[in-house]
């Protein structure tokens, strides 16, 4: 078992930064790939982007460039660095992980809002 844990959301204006982060604690060693999903009002969940254990990465098209994941695995932390924010980035962003044994966790999600 993963439980994961997020923090970091709020409100922003159009342009601003935000840095999310997301601890793993439990059977932190089982863990591989790490991510970032978001769901916006009347949306369906979509990946932000991911991280391997060995630090390679994606991103979705209309997040390159703005945001970036990045990963430090002495601390058992994901963070998601969003730089530009436009409203259309609103939505609860959900940290998920998985396992090398095909387990699949995810967080609760921290609220993140963009007015214009």
């Known amino acids: 078992q993963v439980q994961l844990v997020e923090s970091g959301g709020g409100l922003v204006q159009a342009g601003e930064s935000l840095r999310l982060s997301c601890a793993a604690s439990?059977?932190?060693?089982?863990?591989?790939?790490m991510g970032w999903y978001r769901q916006g009002p009347g949306k369906q969940r979509e990946l932000v982007a991911g991280?391997?254990?060995?630090?390679?990465?994606n991103y979705a098209d209309s997040v390159k460039g703005r945001f970036t994941i990045s990963r430090d695995n002495a601390k058992n932390t994901v963070y998601l660095q969003m730089n530009s924010l436009k409203p259309e980035d609103t939505g609860v962003y959900y940290c998920e992980c998985r396992t090398w044994l095909g387990g699949d966790y995810w967080g609760q999600g921290t609220q993140v809002t963009v007015s214009s």
């Open positions: 991280i391997t254990r060995g630090g390679s990465t």
């Open positions: 439990g059977n932190i060693v089982s863990i591989n790939t």
